[in-house]
């Protein structure tokens, strides 16, 4: 393989510079060329590449974002799109592709392989860290922390106010970052989409929160909670208890920008130069992870064919030390 190129795809997060550099610094170190391809697979549509070398990667390692830029392309989805797209990788004689993204990204990288014979491999990029296949994704502990410092800010004015706070929080219809930033936050609740409470078992909570005696309380509300977000659950809370004067911070896209993490990086690093051997060793259609502190690949369609549980274990944590 003489040739390949790199896109970043779906939601932006903390660590895909890195992973971007690790990609070109690894092919150039193994003799191949890079193209960068712009705004994801709009770019591979649009044909916008860019030839990139190590110094096109240079002080990028610290900086949140992705220098690709990134979309989330409707043209892609069509068949139509994907052979345009193919047309042109043939035309700039790119041979293998590493996409980094989530779940969405790897749908696309898929049908193009099967449709196009065009080996693609995936880097889990998303702060999520709704995938199978690796521990963590990279952008996951950035955002993590990002919102666990707003967790601690909140909570010194909640103790101040005697105040109970609902904090929302990112993840889409996955709960692991809200449940993990609850636990490292010291939570009264959380509610995910896999575990939400009736109203009244919350308001229990709280109440046996206070009668223990808690005088303020953070319930951290995951976006995707199957009680709506963390306003509606306020709102819900407020019309069936006493706990009236409650305030909501929505944490919203703070949680995606920002400096990646030292762990990111290092995770950036090691998955984006196993992605470009594993297009060198000849492999297709996987994502590259770590699991347990081992490289491992697994097939793109884990992604979407099975769904990243927590364990239950960690909400009942949750509920221990919220006592
Ligand atoms: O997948 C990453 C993520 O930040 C989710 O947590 C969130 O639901 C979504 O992207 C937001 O997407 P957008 O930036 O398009 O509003």
Redesign the pocket.
């Known amino acids: 393989m003489r040739r390949i190129g790199v896109l970043t795809s779906?939601?932006d997060?903390p660590g895909m510079n890195a992973a971007i550099r690790a990609v070109v610094r690894t092919a150039y170190a193994r003799g191949m060329e890079v193209f960068g391809v712009e705004r994801g697979f709009q770019g591979l549509v649009d044909g916008v590449f860019r030839p990139m070398g190590p110094r096109s990667v240079s002080s990028v390692i610290n900086r949140g974002g992705t220098i690709l830029r990134t979309a989330?392309c409707k043209a892609f989805l069509a068949p139509e799109g994907r052979a345009e797209a193919a047309a042109l990788l043939r035309q700039y004689e790119i041979e293998g592709l590493v996409v980094i993204g989530?779940d969405g990204s790897y749908r696309g990288a898929h049908a193009l392989g099967v449709e196009h014979s065009m080996p693609c491999v995936g880097v889990p990029g998303?702060?999520?860290n709704?995938i199978n296949g690796t521990d963590s994704t990279i952008g996951y502990d950035t955002?993590l922390n990002t919102a666990l410092e707003a967790i601690d800010r909140i909570r010194d004015t909640a103790d101040s106010h005697d105040r109970l706070f609902f904090v929302e929080v990112?993840?889409?219809e996955s709960g692991y970052?809200a449940l993990m930033c609850g636990i490292a936050g010291g939570a009264e609740a959380v509610i995910t989409p896999e575990d939400a409470p009736p109203i009244p078992e919350l308001v229990k909570q709280l109440r046996a929160g206070r009668d223990a005696g808690k005088r303020s309380g953070i319930v951290v509300v995951a976006?995707?909670s199957p009680l709506g977000g963390a306003q509606a659950v306020a709102d819900a809370v407020a019309a069936q208890s006493e706990f009236q004067d409650s305030r909501v911070v929505v944490a919203g896209?703070l949680?995606?920008g920002g400096v990646p993490t030292a762990s990111d990086r290092i995770l950036a690093a090691r998955l984006g130069a196993s992605a470009v051997d594993a297009l060198l060793a000849g492999e297709a259609d996987v994502m590259v992870g770590v699991s347990h502190n081992e490289s491992v690949l697994s097939p793109l369609t884990t992604a979407w064919e099975t769904e990243r549980r927590y364990g239950k274990t960690w909400m009942d944590l949750s509920h221990l030390l919220a006592t």
């Open positions: 779906g939601g997060a989330r989530g998303t702060i999520d709704d955002a990112m993840g889409r970052l976006e995707g896209h949680q995606r």
